[in-house]
């Protein structure tokens, strides 16, 4: 199985060397590494050059729309998607792979995150990362995806892409993916698939609430999904 790698990115000339660093250093190299540069103003998309990534214009700015972009491109059998500020296992890609192979009714995978920028004391069994994909198994009965570590066939991009919604400053778009996924097969959270993560976006509080309360309420509430 080939594995694309998306990297949604807006400007992250600071952090994208040292992930496609450990992107391409992977025990099962990926097929194509690709980084989808939403409005940058800075050198993203030139270090990204070096590393051999394929750029993937993107000018509606947000994260469902540059990942949108990004899976889009993307050619291979699995589309496997992280963060500009993420650092990934480095059998991250052997596992995607053969998780998909020995299970045919596998169409989403997820994994947690410990968060590198706060004390390691208060990520007890990585709660903070796993409270929206928990959010969703208690109340639409699935596993849900986090944005900065997963995959998902690209048959089964094809099948949902038109389905998914665009509105993701009420709602958790990978949540929201995993709903749409979920209906046409298995979504699964793999705790052992860990990856280090920032949660620089989310540092002050009223941020976090949004994050982890509203926009989750907000995703599950939309049981019939409307793209809007």
Known sequence: MKISVIIPAYNEEKRIETCLKNIVTQIEKPFEVI?????????TAEIARKFGA????????????????????????????????????????????????????????????????????IQYKN??????????????????????????????????????????KNIHEDGDLAIHIARHGKVKLDRSMVARTSLRQLKKIEKLYDYLIRRSFQTVSRKRHPRN
């Not at 980084?35 to 050198?43: G, Y």
Request: with cysteine; aromatic share 10%; charged share 30%.
């Open 35 to 43: 980084v989808v540069d939403n409005n940058c103003t800075d050198k």
């Open 54 to 121: 394929k750029i993937v214009k993107e000018k509606e700015q947000g994260t469902r729309s540059a990942r949108d972009a990004g899976f889009n491109a993307a050619k291979g059998d699995i589309i496997a998607r992280t963060d500009a500020d993420t650092l990934v296992p480095l059998d991250w890609t052997r596992k995607i792979r053969e998780s998909f192979e020995q299970d045919d009714a596998l169409l989403g995978l997820s994994g947690p995150g410990r968060y590198y920028d706060i004390p390691s004391f």
């Open 127 to 168: 709660w903070i990362s796993s409270m929206a994909p928990q959010f969703l198994r208690f109340f639409m009965k699935h596993d849900g995806l986090l944005g900065f570590n997963l995959a998902i066939r690209r048959e089964t991009w094809n099948l949902v892409k038109k389905e998914v919604c665009l509105d993701d």
